[in-house]
T-cell receptor, first 114, second 114 residues
Framework: AQSVTQLGSHVSVSEGALVLLRCNYS??????LFWYVQYPNQGLQLLLK??????LVKGINGFEAEFKKSETSFHLTKPSAHMSDAAEYFC????????????FGDGTTLTVKP | DTEVTQTPKHLVMGMTNKKSLKCEQH?????MYWYKQKAKKPPELMFV???????INESVPSRFSPECPNSSLLNLHLHALQPEDSALYLC?????????????FGDGTRLSIL
């Protein structure tokens, strides 16, 4: 079955430190990959997406992610964490074999310490 | 500011009540979605409408009844809900539901069943 796994349900970093949130997918067909962020009492907001083309994708708020087919990964990074980055982050994947539905990972809660 | 507007933001209802959740978007999107999200969990897909026609029903109980009156509006009619239906209900839209399109989410309706 095709799925997406986010390693680490909680990640804590200091302000100014590197943010690394991990996402791995399992698929026998090319995936479409997304990262969303959810702030408290809000809906999900798209950070970035990979469909085809360049494997390093830049998104909003200084985030970027790299699609690595050999590692079936799409990890999210940001060079320097801000307090405002504290939120829930979801990796999502869709395939042309599941009617285009998006499958979400379980989420990673990012805490930023002052 | 979210481009997908959901009303009401909060709803408390008894198990015998009938209520409706409303979602509106003016981005010209032709695919609209309902998700259910429990605390600290990823969104779970409930329904998908494509060009005002129901295209996906994820085996949702009949006490939830979706309606898409036009391309901008999506309703979710609720009747005889159970306490376990308490959750955040998210509406989303995408351009036309094809692969690789990100979804735009509203901020949700927080539903509590007494």
């Amino acid at each position: 079955a095709q799925s997406v796994t986010q390693l680490g349900s909680h990640v804590s970093v200091s302000e100014g430190a590197l943010v690394l949130l991990r996402c791995n997918y399992s698929s026998s067909v090319p995936p479409y990959l997304f990262w969303y962020v959810q702030y408290p009492n809000q809906g999900l907001q798209l950070l970035l997406k990979y469909t085809t083309g360049a494997t390093l994708v830049k998104g909003i708020n200084g985030f970027e992610a790299e699609f690595k087919k050999s590692e079936t990964s799409f990890h999210l990074t940001k060079p320097s964490a801000h307090m405002s980055d504290a939120a829930e982050y979801f990796c999502a994947v869709s395939y042309n074999t599941n009617a285009g539905k998006s499958t979400f990972g379980d989420g990673t809660t990012l805490t930023v310490k002052p | 500011d979210t481009e997908v507007t959901q009303t009401p933001k909060h709803l408390v209802m008894g198990m015998t009540n009938k209520k409706s959740l409303k979602c509106e978007q003016h981005m010209g999107h032709r695919a609209m979605y309902w998700y259910k999200q429990k605390a600290k969990k990823p969104p779970e897909l409930m329904f998908v409408y494509s060009y005002e026609k129901l295209s996906i029903n994820e085996s949702v109980p009949s006490r939830f009844s979706p309606e898409c009156p036009n391309s901008s509006l999506l309703n979710l009619h609720l009747h005889a809900l159970q306490p376990e239906d308490s959750a955040l209900y998210l509406c989303a839209s995408s351009q036309d539901g094809r692969l690789g399109q990100p979804q735009h989410f509203g901020d949700g309706t927080r539903l509590s069943i007494l």
